[in-house]
């Protein structure tokens, strides 16, 4: 993979620390010149240190934005743009597992807004971008939680019952649904759309909590990959040409591989996609507003 992403501009978000990080570096060592996407600034300034370091390649920069922020993501986009002229390959990475309900900023239930919400708005707004620097990619880390639950049109937050790794399993079920979607409204532009389950991946995700999950992620531990086998499968979506062209695909250990059997339902998709982009503020159609309305209740 030795200079094979020259030319390139990568944006990674989440890519302080776990696989987005290792993501970063390896595509860093490609020669790609890597935006990494962080909340946290000092975490994030470390990261970028320690992959310029490792990798001898300075063109990595970092950039801060909050994604359980609207305004964050809005603020970043168009500061992206506004230094940068291309994006050949976006990497949605970032998430997290939140075992008690929580909001955001905008009032929304934090994993849904984070691992959803966010990667939904960040696409859409960098997507002319993408287009421009066709051909292109978007990346999608899932998880094969989504075979876990199903959506909830009635309560998609988790208003009326909360279970944190249900909540997480839904955004993960959302990510796929997304990525398909994606893939078919963007057919024909050179942007193409995966998805992947990285595997049970040995990082801080979801260990730090006192909920059953985080009990069971630390006994669990010694038996989970590590991150830079976990990050192969984003590294190989993001940067082989084996895959130019392929999109609308879910991937497990660099492979096509079945997802749930709901995430090929279409009108889930569009729904999805519809309440989405009501709850972001992205412009959508009068008819499709009407119905995105009409979901949301």
């Not at 200079?3 to 501009?9: C, E, L, Q």
């Not at 989504?146 to 909830?152: E, L, Q, S, V």
Request: charged content about 25%; glycine content about 8%.
């Amino acid at each position: 993979m030795v200079d094979s992403m020259n030319g390139k501009t990568v944006l990674v978000t989440g890519a302080n620390s776990g696989i987005g990080k290792v993501t970063a570096l390896e595509l860093a060592r490609a020669r790609a010149q890597v935006v990494m996407l962080c909340r946290n600034k000092e975490k994030g300034e470390a990261a970028r240190r320690e992959i310029i370091d490792d990798t001898g390649h300075q063109a990595v920069e970092l950039m801060i934005a909050d994604l359980a922020s609207v305004a964050s993501i809005r603020e970043f986009a168009a500061e992206f743009k506004r230094t940068h002229n291309r994006l050949h390959v976006l990497v949605n990475n970032a998430g997290l597992f939140v075992p008690v309900r929580r909001l955001t900023v905008d009032g929304f239930e934090s994993t849904f807004a984070i691992n959803h919400l966010g990667e939904f708005l960040l696409t859409d707004l960098l997507l002319d971008l993408l287009r421009a620097s066709a051909p292109a990619r978007i990346v999608n880390v899932s998880s094969r939680a989504h075979f876990r639950t199903g959506i909830d049109f009635d309560d998609l937050q988790g208003e009326r019952k909360y279970r944190g790794f249900k909540a997480y399993a839904r955004s993960k079920l959302a990510n796929v649904l997304f990525t398909y979607e994606l893939a078919r409204r963007l057919e024909g532009t050179g942007v193409t759309a995966n998805c992947l389950h990285p595997g049970v991946v040995r990082t801080n995700f979801g260990r730090v909590s006192d909920s059953a999950m985080g009990w069971g992620a630390r006994v669990a531990a010694p038996f989970m990959i590590s991150p830079e086998k976990g990050a192969k499968t984003s590294i190989y979506l993001a940067s082989s040409p084996e895959v130019e062209g392929v999109t609308g695909k879910y991937f497990v250990k660099s492979k096509p591989a079945r997802s749930s059997a709901l995430s090929y339902n279409v009108e889930a998709a569009r729904r999805l996609w519809d309440v989405s982009a009501r709850l972001t503020g992205v412009a959508v159609s009068p008819s499709a507003a009407r119905a995105a309305a009409a979901a949301a209740g």
